[in-house]
């Protein structure tokens, strides 16, 4: 699965909270400086592209909604971490986490369980 660039992520961030949108509705909710329309409607179409956003006429115009969902993306992303910067070990990586986040006994104890409960 082809990365999102920080930009495109931030389109698909919404796509994926909307479920569908036009160019407009995105524009709608970009922080200022908004970026021109035209900008946009081109970062979309790479999206269409790339494989992430199905278009759908309406009117004369195009609606976008998501062909990828972010928990298919996130899954891949995380895959791609895990081999990039933790030789593909998940323990590795969690205690990665663990560590950064300093994790309360009560947060590793609840890690603890979803980990057991997988394992049932």
Do not use: C
């Not at 909710?29 to 970062?43: E, G, M």
């Not at 998501?66 to 298919?72: L, M, N, Q, Y």
């Not at 895959?79 to 986040?101: G, T, V």
């Amino acid at each position: 699965m082809k990365k999102l660039t920080e930009r495109e992520d931030q389109i698909m961030q919404i796509i994926w909270q909307r479920k569908q949108v036009f160019i407009r509705d995105i524009l709608e909710v970009l922080p200022d400086p908004k970026p021109h329309y035209n900008t946009i409607a081109t970062i979309v179409k790479i999206l269409v592209k790339k494989g992430f956003l199905k278009s759908e006429k309406v009117g004369n115009t195009d609606r976008y909604s998501a062909k990828i969902s972010i928990e298919e993306y996130r899954k891949e992303d995380i895959k791609d971490i895990k081999r990039k910067y933790f030789d593909n070990s998940l323990p590795r990586m969690m205690a990665h986490f663990a560590k950064q986040e300093k994790l309360s006994d009560e947060e590793i104890n609840e890690l603890i369980d979803i980990i057991k409960s997988k394992k049932e």
